[in-house]
């Protein structure tokens, strides 16, 4: 049995978008490669993109990828500091386009 635990960061639409300045995102816990609970919360990092500064910014969003256990990020993209971010986290990044529900069984 494995499990895993996905964010997909996402628009108000579904839509992937980048991870710095997403609205929301996604919280897919997986088991034996199928999507058993999906919760979309609201994060709003695009408005703190703006107010924070960079290093403190990545810190919230470090932050909120360890409290959810999050195992891998799906993503329409991400900057090279917030690619090397993710990495040092251990996190599996893919970079795709369209809804995040068509990446998920």
Known sequence: M???TIMAVIS???MLTGVGRAPK???IHTKDGKAEKIAEIEVRWGESH????E????ATI???IKEHGVNEVIAGGAGPDMQRMLERLG???K???GNYKDFIN
């Open 55 to 58: 290093g403190l910014h990545h």
């Open 62 to 64: 470090a932050k909120f």
């Open 12 to 14: 108000e639409d579904g």
């Open 50 to 53: 703006e107010t924070e500064q």
């Open 95 to 97: 970079f795709e386009s």
């Open 2 to 4: 494995q499990e895993k």
């Open 91 to 93: 996190v599996k990044v």
């Open 25 to 27: 995102v996604a919280i």
